[in-house]
């Protein structure tokens, strides 16, 4: 660290027009910076959308047989970019899609949806993401009500890999481990 202000002090003295050279490069990288934490994935749509989703999410899981996962979040949430990263890996994707008619369902800050997620059972004071899982006729089969994905970013693959496979629905003829049945 003595060094990097050894060095800041040496350009800041030597001339003007260094100085101003620092100065533009660090708003630069400040900027630069700024932006790409500014810059996440949108992966919930406005808050106003969750009812309509999930009952069109609802429809699709009736024609197809599926499971409906509902994914409490928010944008801003590194969590939920984590989760939403795992639903998506090679290993999960698959499962998901075969088994799932994923929502998102937006939060906002902890102030939006709230009735929605309360009617699932899920109690965001203990943070989100959160995911509550329903049939294809819509009743809940199970809510995350202690946190458990709250921490994803410092979870596995794996985690997700496993709660998908826990909660896919058992489609005749098919055994409970296969994947893609």
Same mark, same amino acid.
């Given at each position: 660290?003595?060094?990097?202000?050894?060095? &800041?002090?040496?350009? /800041?003295?030597?001339?003007?027009?260094?100085?101003?050279?620092?100065?533009? &490069?660090?708003?630069?990288?400040?900027?630069?910076?700024?932006?790409?934490?500014?810059?996440?994935?949108?992966?919930?749509p406005?808050p106003?959308?969750?009812? +309509? $989703?999930?009952? +069109?999410? &609802?429809?699709?899981?009736?024609?197809?047989?599926?499971?409906? @996962?509902?994914?409490?979040?928010? $944008?801003?949430c590194?969590?939920c970019?984590?989760?939403d990263?795992y639903?998506?890996d090679?290993? #999960?994707?698959?499962i998901?899609?075969? #088994?799932?008619?994923l929502?998102?369902?937006?939060i906002?800050h902890?102030?939006?949806? /709230?009735?929605?997620?309360?009617k699932?059972?899920i109690?965001?004071h203990?943070g989100?993401?959160? &995911?509550?899982?329903l049939?294809?006729?819509?009743?809940l089969?199970?809510?995350?009500?202690?946190?458990?994905?709250?921490?994803?970013? #410092?979870?596995e693959?794996?985690?997700?890999?496993?709660? @998908?496979?826990?909660?896919?629905? /058992?489609?005749?003829g098919?055994? +409970?481990?296969? /994947?893609?049945?």
């Amino acid at each position: 660290m003595a060094r990097f202000y050894g060095r &800041l002090r040496a350009v /800041v003295e030597d001339s003007p027009l260094k100085t101003i050279k620092f100065f533009v &490069l660090a708003a630069v990288l400040v900027l630069g910076a700024g932006g790409a934490l500014a810059a996440e994935r949108a992966i919930y749509p406005d808050p106003s959308h969750a009812t +309509a $989703d999930i009952a +069109a999410a &609802l429809k699709t899981a009736a024609a197809s047989h599926k499971r409906v @996962l509902l994914d409490f979040g928010g $944008d801003w949430c590194g969590d939920c970019q984590a989760l939403d990263l795992y639903f998506h890996d090679t290993t #999960n994707r698959p499962i998901l899609e075969a #088994n799932f008619v994923l929502v998102h369902v937006n939060i906002g800050h902890m102030d939006a949806n /709230v009735e929605i997620a309360e009617k699932y059972g899920i109690p965001l004071h203990k943070g989100v993401p959160a &995911l509550a899982v329903l049939d294809e006729k819509g009743v809940l089969l199970y809510s995350q009500k202690g946190g458990e994905f709250e921490d994803m970013r #410092n979870m596995e693959s794996a985690a997700v890999t496993k709660f @998908l496979m826990r909660w896919k629905p /058992v489609k005749p003829g098919c055994s +409970a481990v296969m /994947v893609n049945c």
